[in-house]
């Protein structure tokens, strides 16, 4: 997300001018791992938080498989996944999340669950989540910056979680917030966002069977730089959305204040969903630059047309079926 009112080849420079610093970099790490014993590249691994995710046991394939998205959706390396990120309770650029997140604390975790339903509560995560099976799930992800990725998630679907908890019948919406605490998360010692970090969704758009609660990626626990130890993932939605290291979910009847929307309401509504059609204000929505896709002849990402409802129409178009998107954006 950009803050400032910045020109529009900003988002080109600060998007792709890291990007391929990292793959790099990249290229660097492998040529070292080639060459040298795994002893010497022992510390390195020990200190990076993006090695430092334990295997999941016993995740479920579902039918969202990276086969099943095809050739043109391939899953973008771990790499890129996690070294190129937006939390910016660890700082604003897109280098900072991987680099800082190190000082986020996720063991034990506890989620508090208020509002109206008939389980409120203090839940602990392996509460909250372990009790349910886990999940893969391969989706496409789209920022609001223009660009994408595809992430395996490990998860569980949100509609599981929901349903234990309950909801009564003033149960509208559904919203979640992120942790505070500027010693672990050094990014809320400025006033950036108004912390909490905050989302929610539709009821409807909650239970739909796409919306995950992630707890990893790539068959791991969830790195720190991408929401430890729990977050959203609602894939037809601009990544904002998806909010990342969740202690809050409260139900109301009344639709909850969003960060991005609180922060910047005529760039970023409630809504949020991918929309080729209707453009950012300050930049087009129709295309989009997968991190690790095909490179043009200057190195630069190509880009790549954005899919309306960044390719899940099928599951989600009915929910919005009576809406103006461009009104309810
Ligand atoms: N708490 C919190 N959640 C957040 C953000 C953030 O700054 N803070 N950034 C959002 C944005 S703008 C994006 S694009 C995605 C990025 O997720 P990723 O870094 O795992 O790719 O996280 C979203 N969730
Ligand atoms: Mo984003």
Not at 110 to 125: I, L, S
Not at 192 to 201: F, H, M, S, V
Not at 294 to 320: D, I, S
Request: hydrophobic fraction near 35%; proline fraction near 8%.
């Amino acid at each position: 997300m950009l803050i400032r009112t910045p020109r529009k080849s900003d988002v080109l420079s600060s998007e792709i001018t890291p990007h391929s610093v990292f793959l790099r970099r990249r290229e660097f790490l492998r040529a070292a791992s080639a060459t040298s014993a795994t002893a010497a590249l022992g510390p390195f691994m020990l200190s990076d938080p993006a090695f430092a995710g334990a295997k999941l046991p016993n995740v479920k394939k579902t039918k969202w498989t990276a086969e099943s998205l095809g050739e043109n959706d391939k899953p973008t390396p771990y790499e890129d996944v996690t070294s190129y990120n937006n939390f910016y309770e660890f700082g604003t650029g897109k280098g900072d999340p991987k680099r800082k997140a190190g000082s986020l604390k996720t063991k034990p975790w506890t989620v508090v669950v208020d509002g109206h339903c008939e389980n409120p509560g203090r839940y602990d995560f392996d509460d909250l989540i372990k009790v349910h099976a886990l999940e893969e799930r391969v989706y496409r992800f789209r920022c609001v910056e223009a660009w994408s990725m595809v992430i395996p998630w490990v998860g569980v679907p949100l509609a599981d979680i929901i349903k234990r908890m309950g909801p009564t019948a003033d149960a509208k919406y559904v919203s979640f917030e992120t942790l505070v605490d500027p010693e672990q998360m050094p990014g809320q010692k400025f006033a950036i966002l108004k912390w909490p970090y905050r989302e929610g969704l539709r009821m409807d758009e909650a239970m739909n069977p796409l919306t995950l609660m992630a707890v990893g990626l790539y068959g791991e626990e969830m790195p720190n730089q991408n929401g430890a130890p729990i977050r959203l993932v609602t894939p037809w939605k601009y990544g904002f959305k998806s909010i990342k290291s969740i202690v809050r979910i409260s139900f109301t009847d009344k639709q909850p204040p969003t960060s991005w929307n609180l922060s910047a309401p005529r760039e970023y509504g409630f809504y949020s969903n991918v929309n080729p059609l209707v453009n950012h204000p300050r930049w087009s929505q129709a295309k989009e630059r997968r991190l690790g896709g095909p490179t043009n002849v200057f190195g630069f990402v190509q880009k790549r047309p954005t899919l309306m409802f960044n390719g899940y129409e099928e599951e989600v178009a009915a929910m919005y079926k009576d809406m103006d998107l461009a009104r309810y954006y």
